[in-house]
Structures are given as C-alpha cells and as structure tokens.
C-alpha cells in the first residue's frame, strides 16, 4: 500500500492559542521553485517550541537536485554548489522524520508562515521516501491576518517587523522556522487582541432568530452562548456545549433533532441536505414559536447535562470565555425579550399539537413521502436494514433496502446488504447481479476502492460456483 500522510488544518484558533501550543513545532522549507509534487526541498529548517520558548533545533541543506534556477540562488543565496556538496536527501529526511518524532502522529502542531505552501512539500516528500503519518497545522498567515487586520500584508519579515522579531536571515529555512515560531508564541499570550478579534466576529442576527433564541432561553437560567454558522444554523450552546439547533426560514423554522429524539417525538420530518443526514440529522418544521414548549423537557435536559459537564482543561474554558459564540450572546442580551410559553403545550404529550401532526407508531412501520416534505432519506432506511438483519429479521431489512432504492441510496454498503439478503436465501445468481450492479455503480461516481471490493466478493462467488458446478459433473 502507498505510504499516506494526512493533513488537517487547525480553524480553532486565535481563541484557543493558550492550550493548542503550548508544544509545537515551527518548520520552513527552501525549494526549488516548482510544485510540491515535481520539485525539491533544498533546505529544511525546524524548530520545536515549549511555553513559548526555543528548545531544540533542525538546519539542513538536502542535495536533492542538480540545478537551481538563478531566482532562487538570487532569493535565498543558496548555490548550485551548496546543494550538490550538501547530505544526501535520504538521510537528510530520516533524521528530518527522527526530529520530528510526536508531531508526525498528530500530538504536536506543525506551525509555518504559509503552511499550505510548507506542509504540501512536507507531504509530498515523506510519502516519496517511503513514510506515513498525520500531521495537524496551523497557518501563522491567517493568524495574523485575524489578529492585526490592519496590517497591509502580512508576509513574514512585515510581521516579524510589526511584533518587533528579529529575523537576520529572510528566506534561510532555519531563520524563517524560529521566526515564524517567535509570531505564534508572541501573538497566543496577547489577550487583547483575542477580545478585539470575538468583538470584530461577532454574529449578526436577524429578529426571527433572536425571537427563537430567547424563547430557549427563556425556560431556564443557564451560561449561554450563541452562533450562527455559516449554513445558516443557529446553534445555543451552554458552557461551550450545543443544546439546541434551528433554521430559520421566512415564516417557518426547523429544529434540528437527532433520531434518539424522534424516538420519544415522532414527529413529521425532513431533511435538507445529505451532510446533514451523514450526521444523523432531522429537521421537524415548526409553525410558531408557542410550540417549542413541547420540546421544553428534552431541551431542559439537555441544559442541565451541559451545566453538570466540567471545563476539561484551561483551554476549553478560555475558548469559551472569549469565544464568538459568548460574546454574541453578550451583545443581544439586552434585545432579548421573555418569549412566553404556552403552559398548556408542554402538558400534551402524545396529542398532536398544531406542527407536530404525530405518525402512527405501529410496530416496524415505514414512514412515506408524505410524512416528510423533500422525502430524501439516506442512511436512515439503511440504517434500519441492517439492524433488522442482525436480529434476523430478514424479510422486513429487504423492505427497508427497497425503500432506500427507491429513495435514490447508492452506496457499497447498501449493494453488499442486498447481496447478503440474497445469500440468506441461497440466490448466488441474484447475489452476483446486485454485486456487479453495485460496481457498476461505484465505477460510473469513481469510488475505485469500493468497486473492487464489490468486484473481489463477486468474483469469489463465482468461482465457488464454477468448482461447484464442476464437482457436480464429476
């Protein structure tokens, strides 16, 4: 199998600086001019951070090519010569890998000034010469742009400049690590510019969701927060944890429920789109504000869960003290009214209330179109298939797997549960055809991975066909 080192960029920052770096490491490549999958590193440069302060350090030259183009030697002052007399790349990146040790798993931050740019080359290379990994990184360029937007650039040497860094040598790998390293340990313990930055970002509300807002946090007295994400869900949090998630939509606005909740409120439902189904995600659309008093014990409970759960570390609680979810909440509270409840909903249930036109809950029945307004069901009659399954229920899985068909589910997972269906009833024919069918399938949206799989099962069957078939005849 070809090695594979993962990559994940850290979006949690500026607010949780104090915890996320606490260790980390600060790296800087020179290259060769061309892309991370056709060029070189010329010049590897490292340096590992603990409470903010250099510990130890890693500068390298790497004879990785042969010929430099006169812009780079012109940029770096690296020659030709330099890179040729230099170790070779082999050894240069083990000891590089050696130096790195922890940060390759995961367990510290890789930081650099243009970290795409870095960790791309860092990527590329480590899978080259044979090595895995998974690394998290954190981009000192998008740092600074959020926390001194009124900079007009932010290339290294103009911050370093700016937050008074010394920085000898622009454009050595060594010296652009330590620097880029001094940026992040500089800007993580300077508070004010984490309260100017939530002060900058906090969210802009409309009234409809300010009114939904506060008829949750009307029912009890808890630490709010409040964020509207960039999809347009509104989600109340309490110390830092969510509690409640709408869409606002003109008149009308759903909650956001998971399916442990539709157990106990079987309500009409939709969704609105296939991320939020992967999450295990329903929206039950609500007509006045009025009717979340139905939902008033689940949401209380979810309040007090959230009140009960301790701030792990220092981290979370300082995201959570500055955080934009909390500021935001700070600065609607004075136009946040007591929305008033109904008393009588809460009391009612089991009896439809206006939105909630309750399903029938006959034992393994099947919710139709009209129960739900889109009727794009994903994973959830999937989901119920193979549950039935497992308790042997064979005959009402296949009637979920159809379902899901017919709902327009097309994954490997689903074609292999149809198959298995077809196994249990000694089928291999029908067996083999939704497998070939599944591959087909995976072939045409480009899932290679799942088409041979589907593909490998297929072809065993068939084989123990033939040398069935073959024993027969004998």
Known sequence: MKPLVTRRILKEYPLTLNKIADRFVAIDFETDGRDCENGRVIEIGACFFE?????????????????????????????????????????????????????????EIIVAHNAAFDTSFLKASLERLGYSGTIRYLDTVDLSQKLLPYMSGHALNK????????????????????????????????????KKHTKRAVQKLSKQEIEIASAIFSMQEADWGILRHSNAVVTL?????????????????????????????????????????????????????????????????????????????????????????????????????????????????????????????????????????????????????????????????????????????RTAEMFVEIANFYKHHHKPEKEVEWLLKGAQCMNAINLVKERQLLLLRAAKLMDRQNSENKSDRK
């Not at 370093?160 to 920085?167: D, G, K, S, T, V």
């Not at 000898?168 to 510019?193: F, P, Q, W």
């Open 51 to 107: 409470n903010g302060q250099p510990v130890k350090t890693f500068s390298s030259l790497v004879h990785s090519v042969d010929y430099l183009p006169p812009f780079i030697t012109e940029l770096t002052g690296i020659t030709i010569d330099m890179v040729r007399n230099a170790p070779a790349e082999p050894g240069v990146w083990k000891r590089f890998v050696e130096f790195l040790d922890g940060a390759l798993e995961g367990q």
């Open 159 to 194: 911050v370093c400049a700016e937050l008074q860094i010394e920085l000898e040598n622009h454009h050595r790998a060594l010296d652009d690590a330590v620097a880029c390293g001094n940026i992040l340990a500089t800007l993580m313990n300077d508070e004010d510019s984490l």
């Open 237 to 409: 949090y309490v110390k830092g944890l969510p509690v409640f998630s709408f869409v606002a939509r003109s008149s009308k606005f759903y909650f956001l429920a998971d399916a442990d909740l539709l157990e106990h409120y079987p309500w009409a439902w939709t969704f609105a789109n296939q991320k939020e189904c992967e999450y295990g995600l329903f929206r039950i659309p609500i007509d006045t504000i009025d009717q979340l008093g139905y939902f008033r014990p689940y949401v209380i409970k979810k309040i007090e869960q959230a009140m009960e759960t301790p701030f792990e570390d220092a981290g979370r609680h300082n995201e959570w003290k500055y955080g934009i979810a909390k500021q935001t909440y700070k600065k609607i509270k004075p136009h946040i009214h007591e929305v008033g409840l109904s008393s009588t909903c809460s009391k009612r249930k089991g009896r439809s209330v206006g939105f909630a036109r309750q399903l029938a809950c006959e034992e393994n029945r099947l919710f139709d179109r009209i129960d739900y307004e889109h009727g794009l069901v994903y994973k959830f009659y999937l989901t119920r298939a193979i549950d039935a399954r497992k308790q042997h229920q064979y005959e009402l899985a296949h009637t979920f797997l159809r379902q899901a068909y017919r709902n327009g589910l």
